[in-house]
Every structure is written in C-alpha cells, then in structure tokens.
C-alpha cells in the first residue's frame, strides 16, 4: 500500500472507531486468518458477579462469605469485587485484613479475624495441600453453565467451592458471527478452567480454544494457533494481555481497557468492545483492495 492510501485507509478507520497507532497494521490485518480472542473483558463485561457460594459440611454460607470478602477487599481482581460486592448487599460486615498475599493467576490469602483465609481456583488449593474433590461434582455442573469456579479454604480446610459468572457482552455473538462470515478462525484464550472455557466456547460457536492459561502463558498459548503459518490478531483488554498483544502478527486493544495494553496494541477498539475488530479487518480489505 501507498503511503496516502494508508492515509485514507485509517482516517476513514477513525471514523469508525478504530485508531490505527501502526499503520502497516492496515496490510497485517488483510492477512490474517485467526482472530484470537482474550475472554474476560474482551468477550465478556468483565465485571463478574457472585452466582453460587455451596459452603461445606460445618461451615456457614454468610460466615464464608464474610471472611472471603474480607480477604478481598484488599485484591484488585474483577472476582474480588464480585465477591465483596455481594457480601455487601448481604450486609455482612467485614472483620480487618492482616498479611495479604496475592498469586497472580492462582488466587490470594490473608489473616482475618484470627483466620487464614484463602480463595482460589482449583490449583491454589492444589497448591495449599488441599484435596477439592469432594466438590468435583458441583464444579463440574458450574463449569457447564459457563460459570467459573472458586473454591476457599479457612484455616487449612476446604470451606466452600464459589461460582462467579462475567456476562457476555451484548456484542458479542454478532461480532463473532461476523468474523465467520468474513472466512475467518475465531480462537479464545483464557485463565479459566476447561469446562467453563467449553460452555462458553460451545455457546458463542468459538472454534478453538485455549483454557486455563496462567498470566505468563499467553504467548504461548497464541503461538499454537499459528498452525500452517497461519497469521493470527489477538484482541485483549488487560495488563495480562500486553505480552500477546506485542506478539501477535496484529493486536489489538479494547479502548476502555488498560493503558499497557493499549501501549502494546497496533490498533486500539474506541469503542470499547469486538465490533470494532469487524470494522478493522473490513477496511483493511476494502482498503488494500482499492490499490492493487
Ligand atoms: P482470568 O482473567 O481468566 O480470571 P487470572 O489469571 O487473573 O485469569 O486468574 C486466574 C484464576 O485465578 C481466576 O479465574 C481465579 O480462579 C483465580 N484468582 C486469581 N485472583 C483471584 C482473586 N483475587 N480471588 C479469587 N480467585 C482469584
Ligand atoms: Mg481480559
């Protein structure tokens, strides 16, 4: 492409809420043939909300709920506020947090009121010496309707297995539909457990997928939809996220998502969710199209 047709190529992509910050991005974009997605915030609102909390045999469902959310308040992750928001329309109080810890893409532990305090996903417990079989079941059936599943642990006891569930965004399933229609490979790369991945996979008609990827996992993860040298744009929104999006052959950012993805990114979505990746990849056809 020329430089003045790259030119128009991403004025009229303004126009459309998409900001090209690279411009050979533009061509990039003509040439890929997967699009892998990042699940939550991306796919999904990414503002989580409390669905189930099945505490086990000697323990109470508002006594777990109050020190789990005591722990936290003290983590910035979407799970966290889903989790102290429903202790708070319970109107539960909330006793102080000592020792705070946090295990990126594991879960975070804490003293409170005299007790360790632990929530995580299934590894964390793992990882705490704790056996979650007891509540296989139960997570497997949250899995299936697309839930996520937690679990916590009070003083070196299995406590309850929680569920938080992020809503798709509204956009989605059109945006996905779309990317179908224009021959393209939709993939979702996520941090959440298979079966949760599967539902949500199976609902959005998401072709391949990559489940419980740990934060550091997701080049790699990326890497392995580059089948046949298969050119592949990554969309993300989170910190978490920078890696792929620097690596992928295009990627692009959530324009409400945080600003190191947004540094990392070739192009930025203003409008904040997938519909902007159609817009993209249309114009960088119809563009690339127009000069040849
Ligand atoms: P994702 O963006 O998919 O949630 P993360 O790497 O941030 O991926 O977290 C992976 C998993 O680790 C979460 O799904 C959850 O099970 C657990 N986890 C991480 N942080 C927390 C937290 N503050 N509270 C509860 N669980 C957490
Ligand atoms: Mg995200």
Redesign the pocket.
């Known amino acids: 492409a020329t430089p003045t047709s790259i030119m128009v190529g991403t004025g009229r992509a303004a126009e459309l809420g998409v900001l090209f910050r690279k411009g050979e991005a533009l061509q990039a974009l003509r040439d890929v043939s997967v699009v892998a997605l990042d ?2 915030g991306t796919l999904t609102k990414g503002r989580p909300e409390l669905t189930d909390l099945v505490p086990a045999d000697g323990f109470e469902h508002d006594q777990v709920l109050a020190l789990v959310a005591a722990v ?1 308040t003290r ?1 910035e ?4 506020e889903a ?1 102290v928001a429903a202790a708070s329309q319970r109107g539960l109080s909330l006793a102080a947090v000592d020792g705070f810890d ?1 295990t ?5 532990t804490a003293t409170v009121a005299g007790h360790t305090v632990s ?3 299934d590894r ?1 417990m793992t990882r705490l010496g704790l056996d979650v079989s007891a509540f296989r079941a139960a997570a497997q059936r949250l899995g299936e309707e697309g839930k ?1 599943p ?1 679990y916590a642990a009070i003083d070196g006891r299995l406590a309850a297995v929680i569920a938080v569930a992020d809503p798709i965004r509204e956009t989605t399933p059109e945006a996905i539909r779309a990317l179908h229609a224009l021959g393209l490979k939709v993939a979702m790369i ?3 457990n298979a079966a949760t991945a599967a539902a949500i996979a199976r609902q959005l008609g998401i072709d391949e997928v990559a489940a419980e990827v ?2 550091d996992g997701k080049v790699a993860a990326l890497k392995k939809f580059r089948v046949n040298g298969a050119r592949v744009a990554f969309v993300g929104d ?1 910190i ?1 996220d920078a890696p792929a999006l620097a690596e992928a052959d295009v990627g692009l950012a959530i324009g409400t998502g945080t600003d190191v993805a947004i540094e990392a990114a070739d192009v930025v979505l203003m409008a904040g969710d997938l519909r902007g990746v159609i817009n993209a990849i249309a114009l960088s056809q119809a563009t690339i199209a127009n000069i040849k």
């Open positions: 699940k939550t936290e983590s992750h979407p799970i966290a989790i946090a990126p893409g594991f879960g975070v929530v995580g996903a964390f996520s937690l996520t941090g959440d740990l934060p989170g978490n």
